[in-house]
């Protein structure tokens, strides 16, 4: 970038990371899962997560700042080209499982859209229970997205840009509609607000230790894309300062963001009443709750019973149709986006056919055997025998540990770094031994944090969510040292 062109400042410095991490959808999973139990998580993610692995990230992103490989070339100049590319095959194993998770998911904005609430558990049909018709129409999705990116359908990527807005309107409804509804009901909680409430769960699942220390992938989840941040520093004006004060500013805002919104799910939804049933799920809470607030916003300002039903109705399609068209633009990116930047960066390794890119500038072959992966693993979570609520139980478990597990080799690899790259041209962490105090501390915190994820459904008894749970970077990773060890083979590439 010349000297002429506009550098980011602070303020939009900490507008970028806010936009670009904070997410709306993951107060209501916070709230099912924990309840008010969550802010102190969120907190606790912020300080010891978000904002230390964030300056990591930062001091990464400088020194390469000129290498387009982002988490492949930190790693390989780091830790040596065969930990490099298991630890980004399992960072784009994350984006797979998020295709397999929204392939499942996208049918239930489409249903609150169309009937104005969740139908997608009634939906057996023949032989089929509803689970497993699900699981049909998301590989049916799954194939028809890929032959329209492989076709150059980018278009359709843009609706996300509109879905967008419709999820930012969604945030200024909530906020706007939980104020009127307090201020209504003359500052009335349906979730009560104790001391207890703000370390005790009212979900049953979530009131053991293991169960409770579990919730803090989900809290690292809800601070996950850090990683895309690394590539901006160069634009970052006067980035020693800059950057350090914008990151512990935004870990701030978005902490208090979510800290504040859950206060705010309180006012409407009472956990026991409007929560504690089979027909809610990970994967439809949004519209449940949202839904419920339309409907409390209703009565709470003394409009009959009927009107209360149409304001729940408009906020559920309201809802609906911003996160299908989010969802649907972000499928058609990320179909290709992710898979085509890690097999470019490590071209070498993969055979031509995999590397290959058709007329429309994707890799068309490599899009399918992502596709045909993705299709087996949704079929066998449908098939698998479990209800719904297992099924995207499965499916957000599994989300939640493929994208915090490669945060691993980026936490691990970071003193590495410092050791081999010098006069760095950012660098916050300057003394070895706090640097790696934060490094052991930002990495048992993750680690331990998929330990208990992992460990907890067995502890349950349900074998079925943690055999799905652990599986993922077992499998991902194995997959990714037989293809490195096959291309060694092959090669000979010396590490």
């Known amino acids: 970038m010349s000297d002429k062109q506009k550098k980011i400042g602070l303020f939009s410095l900490i507008m970028m990371i806010f936009s670009s991490i904070f997410g709306f959808a993951n107060m209501p999973v916070a709230f099912l899962q924990m309840g ?26 400088a020194a390469f700042k000129d290498d387009h490989g982002g988490m492949y070339t930190w790693l390989k100049e780091s830790i040596g080209e065969k930990w490099a590319f298991i630890g980004t095959f399992i960072w784009l194993s994350s984006w797979i499982v998020w295709l397999l998770s929204i392939s499942s998911k996208v049918f239930i904005p489409f249903s609150a859209l169309i009937f104005g609430k969740d139908m997608t558990q009634t939906w057996a049909f023949g032989p089929f229970n509803a689970t497993q018709i699900v699981g049909i129409l998301a590989i049916l999705w799954m194939i028809f997205v890929t032959f329209a990116a492989s076709h150059g359908a980018e278009v359709i990527s843009k609706v996300s840009s509109v879905g967008g807005y419709f999820v930012t309107g969604m945030i200024f409804v909530f906020i706007i509609g939980s104020i009127v509804t307090l201020i209504a009901g003359h500052g009335h909680l349906s979730q009560e607000l104790t001391t207890s409430s703000l370390f005790v769960s009212p979900n049953p699942a979530f009131q053991t230790p293991i169960a409770t220390l579990s919730f803090v992938v989900y809290a690292i989840f809800a601070y996950a894309g850090m990683e895309a941040l690394g590539g901006i520093i160069d634009s970052v004006k006067d980035p020693e300062k800059t950057f350090p004060k914008g990151m512990m500013i935004s870990s701030l805002l978005i902490a208090a963001g979510y800290s504040v919104m859950v206060l705010l799910w309180g006012i409407s939804v009472n956990w026991n009443e409007v929560l504690n049933s089979k027909s809610v799920n990970l994967g439809n809470i949004t519209y449940v709750m949202m839904g419920h607030l339309g409907y409390y916003l209703g009565q709470t300002l003394g409009l009959s019973n009927s009107t209360s039903l149409l ?45 290959k890119l058709n007329k429309v500038g994707v890799p068309a072959h490599a899009m399918w055997m992502q596709a045909i992966l993705v299709c087996v693993l949704i079929f066998l979570i449908s098939f698998g025998g479990g209800e719904a609520k297992t099924f995207y139980t499965i499916l957000t478990d599994m989300s939640n540990v493929a994208t915090s597990f490669p945060y691993l080799f980026l936490i691990a690899a970071f003193p590495l770094f410092k050791k081999k790259q010098k006069n760095l041209p950012f660098e916050v962490f300057k003394h070895k031994g706090f640097t790696n105090l934060v490094v052991a501390i930002s990495f048992l915190i993750v680690l331990f944090g998929i330990i208990f994820t992992c460990v907890e459904p067995f502890l349950q008894g349900d074998l079925v969510t943690g055999f799905w749970t652990v599986i993922g970077p077992i499998f991902f990773g194995s997959l990714a040292y037989g293809i490195y060890a096959r291309a060694e083979k092959k090669t000979k590439v010396i590490d």
């Open 36 to 61: 008010y139990a969550s802010i102190p998580w969120f907190i606790f993610a912020a300080l010891l997560f978000f904002l230390p692995v964030s300056m990591m990230i930062a001091e990464y992103g």
């Open 311 to 355: 304001l729940q109705s408009i906020f559920i399609r309201f809802v609906g149709l911003g996160m299908f068209l989010a969802y649907v633009g972000s499928f058609f990116i990320l179909i290709y986006s992710p898979i085509k930047s890690f097999i470019l960066g490590s071209k070498h390794l993969w055979s031509e056919k995999m590397t």
